[in-house]
């Protein structure tokens, strides 16, 4: 995840839920992409440290487990950059230019000059940080499966050139790899819609307040349709069965109405972010710890790079 700003609950359902889970059966690496982040926020980058002890602290307060999973900074290993370097030699243009994520923030991101070398490698930078840890999977939201896509036939192209060294990673995706925000649209921090992680009660009943339901019911009189209605998937995510189907019944009733529908999610949803921002707080507490888990997980990950890039430079020739 790039460090470009608190993690939010699209985030969190789309991968982190995943990283979680997955940790328990399989050896996972989950490291912060802050030369990422500077592929779009070269001009500005003094923002990216905090960030980056954001996003560890997000990762953490959600249950990520420092003794089962290894997490670290992605410019802390030189490693990536090598690859990223000769993966690039191999790397058709156009392979990047059709890219679907490449042009849509071509188009969304009016304001920054994305036209750089960077930007456009965004991809093979990807493909390095994934292949040097030959994984199984990655876990992301569906809107990154194209980079995984891309990153399948940098590594087929590598292995078709020097021979077998990379597998092809899958996409792991959970059961909710979009997940919209108040207004409708995915939730992004870069939209505004978006209700962060470690946002404290408060805001998140008042960015709940705020989300737009069926648009046909007008009145609190009239019968609402459910399905159509975003406060009700979030329902679906954080409130008991029986609250939903009670919510289900009463909206197609008209026996509540938006407001207090509204109240009752955001309890809920407050209620699914207490432990995170308990455990949240326990970290904050303890800042030596959190450098103590980073210095760890870079050691560990360099270990296993390091490998890959003998490998590596012996397939190409290079050694
Ligand atoms: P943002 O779009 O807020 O800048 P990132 O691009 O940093 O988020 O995404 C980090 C991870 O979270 C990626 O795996 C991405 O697929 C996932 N993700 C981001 N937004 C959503 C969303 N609205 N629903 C599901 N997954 C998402």
Known sequence: MRPTGPLHLGNYHGALANWVRLQAEYECFFFVADWHALTSDYENPAPIRGYTREILLDWLAAGIDPEASTLFIQSHLPEHAELYLLLGMITPVPWLERNPTYKEQIEQLQNRDLSTYGFLGYPVLQAADIILYKPFGVPVGVDQAPHVEITREIARRFNFLYGPVFPEPQVILTQTPKLLGTD???????????????????????????????PQRMRRSDPGN??????????????????????????????????????????????????????????????????????????????????????????????
């Open 184 to 214: 409708r649209r995915k939730m992004s921090k870069s939209y505004g819609n978006a209700i962060f992680l470690n946002d404290p009660p408060e805001a998140v009943a008042a960015k709940v307040a705020t989300m737009i339901t069926d």
């Open 226 to 319: 459910p399905e159509v209605c975003n406060v009700f998937d979030f329902h679906k995510l954080y409130s008991p069965p029986e609250v939903v189907a009670e919510v289900d019944r009463k909206c197609r009733t008209a026996g509540i109405g938006c407001v207090e529908c509204k109240k009752l999610m955001a309890g809920h949803l407050n209620a699914f972010l207490e432990p995170m921002r308990a455990r949240r707080r326990g970290y904050e507490s303890e800042p030596q710890r959190l450098e103590r888990i980073i210095a760890a997980g870079n050691e560990k990950a360099r270990r296993v790079a390091q490998a890959t890039l003998e490998e590596v430079r012996r397939a190409v020739g290079l050694r």
